[in-house]
Structure formats: C-alpha cells, structure tokens
C-alpha cells in the first residue's frame, strides 16, 4: 500500500515536470527562420528522468529528516566513530602514503603527459587556488563574495598593463599583483563589510560586474573589450624557454603556489584570527560582544582572499598571454564558489578535491561539457540541502593541556 | 524639452517593469528574508514561453492581440508553476537553516535554470514576434511614446494596483501581511504558512512573467541571460524602496529607471549597468533601509 | 557599601527608544567594587535592554554610561563599539545563549582571550616565538576557567552538543576570558533545575570572591536573587521602581504589586 503511494507521488512528479518543461523542452522554435521542432523524445526522457529522480529525491528527503533527529540522539554519547574519509585524514598511517602517492604523481606528471595535458592541468590548480583563497572568505570568515573574480581580474591586468606597457619582469609583477588585489579588497571592502551576509553578496556582485563594465569601457587603461596581448610568460633566471618549457615551469610554479596556499590557510585555521573568523561566521553579535573587532577581522579575511585571486591572476595571465574582459565574468566567481560549496566550506582538502574534480571532469568527459554550468547549479543546490558541511566536513582542532590529562585520568 | 519627455517616459517604462520584478523581490524577503536570487530566471523563463506559444501561433497562421494576451496567459501560468516548484524544492527544505544556505541554494538554482533554458533552446538572441499593434491615436506622439511603451505603463498600473488591492483586502493579503510580522505568531493563530509562502512566490511569479512579456514586445529580443541583469536592477529597486515594503519596490524601480534613463540620455550609455550598480551600493551603504523601509535594529 | 569600594559602573538617566517604545526610561544605576548587583523585573520591562545599551550593542538614546576601570581614568563609553566595551573590561552573557555552535568548547573560551592576545594575519603565518607563547598562554588559560565552571571534560565537544546548564556555564566562562573587571549576567540560571541554580549561586559568589570580578545580575529566579546580591533595581516598563536591599525590595508595595500583576513568580 505504501508502496504504491510512493510510485503514485512519484508518477504525479514525473506529470507535473513533464508539464513544466514541456514549452522549453519538447518545442523549440526558431522565430528568426520562422521554423517549429517539436521534440517529442524529450518529454519521454523527462518523464523518466523526473520519475526516477523523485523517487530518489523522496529518498534522500527521508533519510535527511531522520539523519537530523538521528544527530539529535547521537550528541550525547560522545564517542561515535569517525567516516572513512575523517579516518583517512587523520591517521598519518593512512593519509602519508597516499599523500606521498599524490606528490609523486603531481611532480611526474609533465614528463609523461603532452603540452595539452599540462595546460588543462595549469588551469586546473588555477581554480585551486582560487578555490582557496575564496575559501578563506567565504569558508572560514563566512562573508560570501560573489564577485571574487574581480580580484583575479586585478590581478591579471595588473601584470598584463606593467607588462606590455613598462616592461616590468613577471616575477616583480607577481607580488605587486597580490598586493593590489589585497588593496583594493581592503578598499572595496572598508565600507560594506558591516553589511549583512545576504546584501554582501549581492554588493559584492556588484562590484564584480561594475569592474568587468569598466575593463570593457576604459579604453585608454585596459585596451576595451579587445583586451590585452603578448604579455610575456614567465622567465627563469633569462632562461628562454618555448611555449612548452614555459608550460611546465608554469605548473611547477602552480604546484608550489598550491602547497603555499594550503600551508598559510592551514596555519590561519587554528590561530587567533582564524578562530576569530569562524566565531564571526557562527554569531557576529557574540563574537563582537566577546572583544572581537569586526571591521578589522572580516577585512583581513577579505584582503587576504583577494590577495590569493590577485596572485593567480598574474598567473592566469601569464599562462594565456592574452587576457580580455570575458574571463572575468560572474560565472568564473559562481563556478569558484560552488567548489568551495562542494568542497566544505573551511576545508582545505575538500575544497582542492572539489576544485579538481569540477575542472577535470568537464576536460575529460567532453559530453559533459555543456553540461557543466547546469551540473555546477545542481551542485550548489543539492550540497546545501543534503550536506551543507560539504564532501569533507571541516575537523576542528583539539588542544592538549595537563589539567586534560588529569581530568581523562580522573574518568578512567 | 521633447529630448527630456523621451529620456522621461523611456525612463518611466523602463522602471515600471523594474517595479513588477521588483515586487516579487521584496515580497519574499519580506516574509522569508530571502534575496530570491533565481528571481530573475523566472522573468526570463516567463519572456520565453510567451516567445515560444507567440512563435508557434504566427508560424501556424494566427495573428493578431489574440496571440499577445494568449501568450502571455500562458507565461503567467508557467512562471507561477515554475517559482512554486522552485521554492518547494531549493528552499523549503531549508527553513531554519543558516542563512547563506538558502541564498548559496538560490544561486544555484539560478545557474541551473539559466543553463537549462540556454541547452534546451538556444544560447542565440531569439527577435520576438511582433505582437503590440501601432495605435493609430498615438501617431502625433509617435516619437516621444511608441504604443509598446504606453501598454507597458498601462498594464504595470492595472497590475500594481491590483496587488495593492489583493494585498488589503483579500483573505490570502491578510495572512501575508501577518507572516510577514510575525511568522511564529501567524502559525499560531491558524494561518498556513506555507501556503502563504508558496501563494508569495506564485505572485511574484506572476509578476515577473508579466514583465518578461512585456520586456519581450518592447526591447524585441530576448534569450537565457537577460534574468541577471534585470534580476540585479529589479533587486537594486527593491533595496532602493526599502526591501520588505511593496510601494517602496514600486517607488524604488520607477525612480530607478528615470535615474538611468536621464543617466544614460544625457552622461553616457556605456555605463548604464555601472550606475544601477553603484546606486545599490551607495544605499546599501549609507541607508540600508531604503526610501521608504523603517530602520529596525536586530533584537538580541 | 563598604569605605574601600570604588564605582565600576555608573549609569546615569539611560533612555532607550525603538521607535515610539520607550524600553528604557531614564534609568541610574550603580555598581561598585566586590559587589553582585541584580537588576529584576516582569518581562519586557526592558532589562536586556539596558544590557545592550551598557555593552555597546545599542547607542543608547540619552543619558550617559560612565565606567571607572580600577587605576585608570573614567571613560564615557556611549556610542562605543561592543568589543571595546569589552576590551575596557566588562563582559557579558545573553539570555538567549549565543555560543558559537558549531566550535569546540575550549574554542569557545579561547576566542574570548582574543581581545588580550595580539598575532596578527602575518604572525599567525609565520608563527613566531611571540605567537607559539600566546597560544599557549591562551590554551593555558582557557582550561582553567573550563575548569573553574567544570567544563573541561567537555572541552573537545562542539558546544552545540552541550547540555542547557554546562551552555550558561560555558557563556561565563568565555566571558570571563575577556580578563573583566564586571560581569554583567543576562538570565544566568533559566533553564536550570534546582540543583544546576544551587551550583550557579556559589559559582557567582566564588567569582566575586577569588577572581574580584563585580557582578551585575538580571534574574527571575527570585531565591537566587535574594541569596546572593547586595543590592536590587527592579525595573517595570523601563522605569526603575525601586533600588535597596534583598530585604527592602521583599517589602516593598511597589515591588509586589509589579510581580503579582504579572502574575510571574513571588519572593
Ligand atoms: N531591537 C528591538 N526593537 C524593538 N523593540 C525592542 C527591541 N528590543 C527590545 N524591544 C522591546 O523593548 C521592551 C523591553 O525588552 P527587553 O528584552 O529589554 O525586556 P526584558 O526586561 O529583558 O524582558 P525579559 O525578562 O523577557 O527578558 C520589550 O517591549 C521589547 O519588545
Ligand atoms: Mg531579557
């Protein structure tokens, strides 16, 4: 009987999308040519689609209704067991091999693999990085910046004008690109930090698109919407090297920019002003009320995350030579935002394996391709819904002291 | 002078489809405190289907206002089953949630609806059919007020006042405007939340649909991006009244639209979207409660 | 009040508006060195009110709030942002507990030293000899005040996790990590079963009495007031009503008349 209400809901949901997407999906009309489509095949697809996807959708609804009552019971006895993926992280007998696994592969890859596939990976930890800086705004501060990309676009341009117009060496340029980015976060920053979370966003998307607006409009400073070119690729000590060589010494350099990356985050996490950051995320009106300075905290979290997207920037331009207005769309923020989502936000692995996955995949499985803005959307939805602590919740920090000694000695 | 009347009514048109979309922004903040930020994909997904039935009708012989009022019944039919089906599955759930859970949940399901419309039909600006008859009254004033503008003006009046009058005096107004006081307090005394909820959602559905209609006769082309810039500047309207306020979303997207008109009339077009930018940020900034919101301080 | 006591606190004709509510109606109030002072009142008179206003959550409307930190100047701290309020020295906790949930309860107590240790973002990278002793100095500490509350078997536990007692507890303690000179406590003991408000009691006392924390106390649990503070403001409408001691306040008309026409819980 139950069973047969269920496929029922399930079969009015398959009717009702089957309805919904009937205008978009089975006609398609072309009103330059004047021609009709009409797609019958889609709507069978459809039904099917919404009729096994809600059954899966009722599913997963149930099993989160009693996960949450679950969770409830679950707070008292405090010892539960650790996830595969929690014991994976912190047993230095498990994680050690398999990180040294990752090193390997990382440092050999180049040498196996052609030009192509060494660029694919360049831009690959591009958005790693990305993902990390934003990570620490949006994960560990919990501001949610919807213009992120913004900074990258200082970043890159900042390089590609001192560049092209006063000749200055890529490896000046990659400091001072971080730094801009850094001041104008602080600058963009200093009057809309004290907002709240959700009219942050959207001033922040603001500011990503009047800076894009800019780039396309201020002819005389960014070259239009023809954008700027030859800029040069990174040198090493006046080696010359050809467009191959210049690949891999770029994903070298990416590689280390990585690991530095993770190693400052992971150093912030656990200090001060990273507890500071997560405090402010959990209750800003207790957090400020405990001594904590707002203004002062959420703006070294945003300067700091768009000193990350300035440096990569000057990267990204680097690497492509050429760079216009159209990189640095919103989409790029939303596409850097839903790996931090994915990821966890505040986590550092998740977020470097989100990162790669939703870059890869699309390169590797082209059918997907198209698809992969639809599926980012999807992502971003379904993360918050099911598991809002992302793939890889963040492990917060224990501190030893003696009294904790004496105190576990004292319960047996 | 004729120059400022133009710059004026173009002005005026172009705010009043930025108060329709506008309405369903504030409405729903108002009562969830949400930035429905799939709001705008709604707007395009209503100028969409009214492009594909219009379509369909010329190139099967009809023509005439039939097919603009039948196209945009329709419209209004699938933006309002859209918003309801968006808001039941991306942002119920999410109730009592934290609060950037629903707004990140938002913005995907703004990404996947756009993506959706783009693979399903086309990433090419599609002309809509030509639907808004040339009144033959309004040759004298042809090039001030084309015939599109006047309906548009016209159709966002009726429409706005209809709102006001649904909200005062109906039943379904009533327990609006109480959960939007009080939620708790409105489930209290009986009043089903979420269908007040859902009937929000559907209303500002509506709305947008309307003005996805109209933006489509008017501007003559539309495709499955113009829900962001619009969804921004509809939003900017809404801060600009007082988000949570109705008349004030109203207020807020017709002086939107003058101050960008006469913006770009008389300084430069190229920075049209900068301006409705800059001009969220500056009240964001210096009166988040917008013209007509009551500054509130949070209780603790 | 003793000869050797010297004013922490002075509040003088505090008035708080929202709109056309005056929650706060012209209210003075004092509290000096080595005392526990109560604030009471029916609900809504406007207590946590006041609270904000002292704390720097809200900028009162008129009056003036003067404190007297020991050996230092007199500092008129209207207008003045929470954190420095709680920088100058006086913490508070909510009535409505605002932990943050979903850190651990040492964390918790340890952000509470954030205004008394200084890394910043590039000290916190580098971490030098200058951070490595802060941060220990600050685990150190934290521990000891999760054991002066007797929480530190709880310490790696996400706060959100902790029952409704150790939660208040956990509050005073971060609030005492803050290093204050008073102690402002909103609703301290509601929730809490006899025995947990038993505990409470001398917990507060002991805080007064080894740490030399003044505190200022708003509380229903009438015993509770009774039994510890030196003296009581009762507030009604937010006006203040009376202000004596636990003996005077038991007697006077104005005091029951406020209570039982709130129908809320007697002496
Ligand atoms: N941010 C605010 N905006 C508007 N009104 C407020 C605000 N904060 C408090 N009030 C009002 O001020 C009055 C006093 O509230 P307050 O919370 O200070 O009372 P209280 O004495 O702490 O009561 P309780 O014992 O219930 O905690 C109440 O009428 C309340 O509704
Ligand atoms: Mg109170």
Redesign the interface.
Known sequence: MAMISYLKSCLIAAI?FV???F???V??????K???EWRWM?MLWVAIGAFILSAVWRWA?ER?ARGASQKEQE??D?DKKPSLGERLLEDPKLYRPLLGLVVALALLMPWVSEMYQVTIWVFALIYVVLGLGLNITVGLA?L?D?GYVAFFGVGAYTYAILNTRFGLDFWICLPIGGLTGALVGVLLGF??LR?R???L???T???G??AK??YE?WEGVFNGARGIEKIARPGFFGMEMDISAATTFTYYLMLVMVVFTIF?TN??KD??????W??LR??E??????????ARTKL?AYA?GAFWAGLVGVIFASQTTYINPASFD?MLS?IV??MV?LGGMGSIVGVVIAALVLNLLPEYLRAFE??R??V??????????FR?QGLVSNV?K??T?S??VH?EEA?G | MDYFLELFLSGLTRGSIYALIALGYTMVYGII???NFAHGEIYM?GA??A???S??L??YGFSGVSILILAAL?AII?SA??GY?LEK??YR??RG?????????A???????????L????A?F????ELVPEFEFMEPIAHIMGSAELIILITSAITMIGLTLLIKYTRIGKAMRATQQDMVMARLTGINVDRVISVTFIIGSVLAAIAGVLVGSYIGQINYFIG?MAG?KA?TAA?LGGIGNIPGAALGGLVLGLAEAMAAGYISS??E??FA??V??LI??LR?SGLLGKAVK?K? | MAENTQKLLEVRELTMDFGGLRAVDSITLEVCTGEIVALIGPNGAGKTTFFNCV?G?YKPTRGEILVHPPEQKTYKINGF???RV??MGL??T?QNI???????V??NV????????T???LG??L?GKN?NR??RE???RS??LL?KVGL??F????A??LPYGAQRRLEIA??M??DPFLLLLDEPAAGMNPQETKDLDELIVRIKDTENISILLIEHDMKLVMNISERIYVMEYGKKIAHGSPQEIRSNPKVIEAYLGEGGDDA
């Open positions: 009702w309805f919904l997407t205008p978009l999906m006609v398609k009309v072309n009103t330059l004047n021609t009709v889609n609804m989160r707070s008292s405090s919990g949610l919807l009057p809309i907002l979370g959700d009219y966003a959207i001033v998307l603001g500011f698109s009047i607006i800019v409009n400052v150093r912030l200090s001060r002003i990273g507890r500071a997560m405090a959990e209750d009106i207790a957090c400020v009320a405990m001594g904590v300075d707002m070294g700091l919103f939303a935002l839903s989502v198209d698809y803005m639809l980012f959307g999807a992502v971003m939805v379904l993360m918050m819904l809002p917060r224990t501190y002291h009294k904790k105190a319960n | 405190q949400l930035i997904i969409f289907v492009l594909v039935v379509g369909v010329t190139i329709i699938y089953a859209y089906t599955i991306a759930p999410l949630a934290p609060r950037l859970s629903p707004l990140i949940s913005i995907g399901m703004s990404l996947f609806l756009q993506n959706y419309v693979l399903a039909q086309t090419d599609l002309p809509f059919p962001f921004v939003f801060v190229a920075y979207d900068v930018f800059g969220l940020v964001l900034i988040p949070q603790v | 704390t959550i942002k929470p954190n709680t920088a913490a508070r909510f605002r932990l943050f949930q979903n850190m651990t040492l964390e340890m952000i509470g030293r954030h205004c008394r240790t890394t910043n973002i916190a990278i971490r951070t802060q941060e600050t685990i150190e521990y000891e054991e530190v078997h310490a790696d536990e996400f959100k996790n971060r609030a990590a803050t």
